[in-house]
């Protein structure tokens, strides 16, 4: 049985990747943060009791900031294959916390590649090292492929940068099986409520129910090519059965910008939505229903919005000092070397998403009329 060993499985790609790993037979250990309540939400339909006979998945308390801890657990699992999905994943965070962001997805991925060369694994243990197309920041050609140069544009990017030479590096100078992945941006129910597409999907599900009036955005003119997280954690897996050790793109090849991703969410709950005025000035206003998708999806609960009513507003708190303005990956390599394609567009995307979060909502509506209090965060 092949063992890997996924940091970050507690995250939305860990979900995915530690359930394609399952179903493909394999060991699984995972690492995991240590939290004062239970952080393991995305993982929970993969349990499975320790107490019971040959668990296949084996969560582990541990840090990417902690050399001894990483160097531990990869000594006890000695596996075949790690993903090291951890890290502080959120660009505009990454201002508040940079020192720590450096720490965590710069040096994090360092102390990985030491642990396996001191450990004597470097011919055994193959390493996936989840790489971003926020390397690229700055636009310098769009599509951006693997030979694209970077010009990283936050603490987050640079911490990656590091992440990724790293990697070359030990290649290199070691011979090891270490790869980056180039992972655009990827989506689903799964994803942080901080993030651009789950913030939209959460606040149209919930202005559609009546539980939020105004959504607040920051940048509507970025642009990102947005695919699904279960066709990338595919790719991660297919980088890694590969003969030789090599870097990838993963993308769809096709951008879109913040705004359109917005009206396509309203549109998925019959709502058409029209955007007016220039920078923080500019609104989203209701132009109109188209009833019948309104029933369908919020089952009969006819909204008691007037057309007219502004639903999105900007926000300036969510602009970032540096911006990204252009992200459009070339999955050709990919494609060739890899066999790799994505199997969800856009459309696909947005529809799933919403749908997942006007059932969390309407869940959460029932818990309201029995009394229960709810989380109100958002950001
Ligand atoms: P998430 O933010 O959903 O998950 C991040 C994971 O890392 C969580 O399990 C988190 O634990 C864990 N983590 C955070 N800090 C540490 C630490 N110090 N030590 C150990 N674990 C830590 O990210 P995604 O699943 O979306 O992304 C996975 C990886 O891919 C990340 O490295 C991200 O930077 C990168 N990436 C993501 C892309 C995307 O579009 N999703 C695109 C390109 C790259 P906890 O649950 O406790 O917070
Ligand atoms: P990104 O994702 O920074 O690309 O990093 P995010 O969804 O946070 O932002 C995408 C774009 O949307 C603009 N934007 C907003 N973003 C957030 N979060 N909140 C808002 O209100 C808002 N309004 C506009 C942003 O300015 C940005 O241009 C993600 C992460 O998963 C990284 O870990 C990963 O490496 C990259 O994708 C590829």
Redesign the pocket.
């Known amino acids: 049985m092949k063992v890997a060993l996924v940091?970050?499985?507690?995250?939305?790609?860990?979900a995915y990747l530690a359930e394609l790993l399952l179903n493909k037979g394999y060991m699984v250990h995972g690492?995991?943060?240590r939290?004062s309540s239970f952080?393991t939400s995305r993982i929970d339909h993969l349990y499975q009791d320790p107490h019971e006979k040959n668990p296949r998945l084996k969560l582990h308390y541990?840090?990417?900031?902690d050399s001894m801890n990483l160097t531990r657990i990869i000594q006890e699992t000695q596996p075949d294959e790690i993903y090291n999905?951890?890290?502080?994943?959120?660009v505009k965070v990454s201002f508040d916390i940079p020192e720590y962001t450096a720490n965590?997805?710069g040096i994090?991925t360092l102390r990985i590649l030491e642990a396996v060369r001191l450990l004597g694994l470097e011919k055994k243990t193959r390493i996936y090292q989840?790489?971003?197309?926020?390397l690229y920041g700055l636009v310098q050609a769009v599509p951006q492929s693997e030979t694209t140069p970077f010009y990283p544009r936050s603490p987050y990017a640079v911490a990656?940068i590091y992440a990724y030479w790293i990697t070359v590096n030990y290649r290199e100078a070691y011979g090891m099986f270490a790869c980056n992945g180039i992972?655009?941006?990827?989506?689903s129910p799964l994803?942080?409520e901080t993030f651009v597409t789950r913030k939209i999907t959460r606040g149209v599900a919930k202005i559609a129910l009546g539980m939020q009036e105004i959504l607040y955005m920051g940048n509507l003119d970025a642009k990102r090519d947005w695919g699904h997280?279960k066709d990338y954690v595919e790719a991660m897996w297919r980088i890694l059965q590969q003969d030789k050790p090599e870097d990838f793109v993963i993308a769809t090849g096709v951008t879109t910008k913040v705004r359109d991703f917005i009206k396509l969410a309203f549109a998925e709950v019959g709502f058409h939505l029209r955007f007016e005025g220039e920078g923080v000035d500019e609104v989203g206003i209701l132009d109109g229903f188209n009833q019948t998708v309104v029933e369908a999806v919020l089952d009969a609960v006819a909204p008691t919005i007037a057309v007219g009513t502004i639903l999105v507003r900007i926000d300036p708190t969510y602009f970032r000092p540096t911006e990204v303005d252009v992200l459009m990956g070339d999955p050709t390599k990919a494609q060739t070397q890899l066999g790799w394609k994505p199997h969800y567009n856009l459309a696909d995307l947005v529809e799933e998403m919403v749908a997942a979060d006007v059932a969390l909502f309407k869940k959460d509506l029932h818990l309201i009329s029995a009394g229960h209090s709810v989380s109100k965060q958002e950001d």
């Open positions: 940091t970050g499985i507690t995250g939305q790609d860990g690492i995991k943060r939290a952080n541990g840090d990417l900031t999905l951890g890290a502080m994943s959120h965590a997805d994090g989840a790489s971003t197309s926020e990656k992972l655009f941006n990827h989506e994803r942080g997280a």
